[in-house]
């Protein structure tokens, strides 16, 4: 197997299209939105059918079956609140928001599936107008009491480790990123084992486990490769080396 390569943002995309990999991992709500320019839509499988469709049409690339997860926007709040208000929707949270402080992410006060559409969607006005920090920094201050909710990816791993709560999407706003991978059709013609091998990982890693596995990189610095292994050897996924194709390592972002 070929080294692989950790690229980031619509490079991905353009190395695929030209050859230049043969794969990577997308967000079903990614190559909607800002690869296909379509509007976004909630509804994931309809999502998923679409972007096969077209990336099979206009780039002759092959998406295989989601791998489980799904990292899209995860509203927060702490814990404790969470139990103390017994909150487990946004709309519940919603009726508290008056006297609450947000803050969320520049990408996420900007983008078209960001806080515009979220505060209407719901209702929203905050005891004042939302605080513009870094998203890594949002987690401690919500943590912190700084803040009274934010918005971040549903993946982080600093969620548990905070005993943070992620509040249900209960009017399903936002759209979903599920985590596929995207492979060259002269590629899977070419290695006629790969399509099974990669769909025999279709929804076993969850939420949760990713969740693991980022704060394990993220959080306690560990080595990426030395996670992978650990975590292969763990659920004994039955991925060994696939053999001649440059693989591309997933990227969490959006």
Same mark, same amino acid.
């Given at each position: 197997?070929?080294?692989?390569?950790?690229?980031?943002?619509?490079?991905?995309?353009?190395?695929?299209?030209?050859?230049?990999?043969?794969?990577?991992?997308?967000?079903?709500?990614?190559?909607?939105?800002?690869?296909?320019?379509?509007?976004?839509?909630?509804?994931?499988?309809?999502?998923?059918?679409?972007?096969?469709?077209?990336?099979?049409?206009?780039?002759?690339?092959?998406?295989?079956?989601?791998?489980?997860?799904?990292?899209?926007?995860?509203?927060?709040?702490?814990?404790?609140?969470?139990?103390?208000?017994?909150?487990?929707?946004?709309?519940?949270?919603?009726?508290?928001?008056?006297?609450?402080?947000?803050?969320?992410?520049?990408?996420?006060?900007?983008?078209?599936?960001?806080?515009?559409?979220?505060?209407?969607?719901?209702?929203?006005?905050?005891?004042?107008?939302?605080?513009?920090?870094?998203?890594?920094?949002?987690?401690?201050?919500?943590?912190?009491?700084?803040?009274?909710? $934010?918005?971040?990816?549903?993946?982080?791993?600093?969620?548990?480790?905070?005993?943070?709560?992620?509040?249900?999407?209960?009017?399903?706003?936002?759209?979903?990123?599920?985590?596929?991978?995207?492979?060259?059709?002269?590629?899977?013609?070419?290695?006629?084992?790969?399509?099974?091998?990669?769909?025999?990982?279709?929804?076993? $890693?969850?939420?949760?486990?990713?969740?693991?596995?980022?704060?394990?990189?993220?959080?306690?610095?560990?080595?990426?490769?030395?996670?992978?292994?650990?975590?292969?050897?763990?659920?004994?996924?039955?991925?060994?080396?696939?053999?001649?194709?440059?693989?591309?390592?997933?990227?969490?972002?959006?």
């Amino acid at each position: 197997m070929q080294q692989a390569t950790e690229l980031s943002g619509d490079l991905c995309h353009r190395e695929l299209v030209a050859g230049q990999i043969d794969m990577y991992v997308e967000y079903t709500g990614t190559a909607f939105t800002a690869i296909l320019k379509h509007q976004p839509i909630s509804d994931p499988r309809e999502v998923y059918e679409q972007v096969k469709r077209d990336y099979e049409s206009l780039f002759n690339l092959e998406w295989l079956e989601p791998l489980g997860f799904n990292n899209t926007f995860a509203i927060l709040v702490r814990g404790d609140v969470a139990r103390r208000l017994q909150l487990k929707t946004i709309s519940d949270a919603a009726r508290y928001a008056a006297g609450w402080r947000a803050g969320f992410g520049q990408d996420f006060m900007s983008r078209q599936d960001g806080y515009p559409g979220f505060a209407r969607t719901y209702g929203l006005k905050f005891a004042e107008p939302p605080r513009e920090m870094d998203l890594s920094l949002s987690y401690q201050a919500l943590a912190n009491g700084q803040v009274d909710l $934010i918005a971040g990816n549903s993946t982080d791993g600093l969620i548990d480790k905070l005993g943070l709560f992620q509040l249900e999407d209960d009017r399903h706003y936002f759209p979903p990123y599920e985590a596929a991978p995207i492979v060259r059709r002269e590629t899977l013609e070419r290695y006629p084992h790969l399509r099974d091998a990669i769909n025999s990982l279709a929804g076993k $890693i969850t939420n949760d486990q990713m969740r693991k596995l980022n704060y394990a990189v993220d959080g306690e610095r560990r080595d990426v490769k030395e996670v992978v292994r650990e975590f292969l050897a763990e659920f004994d996924l039955g991925i060994r080396s696939l053999a001649q194709p440059q693989l591309l390592v997933l990227e969490t972002r959006r």
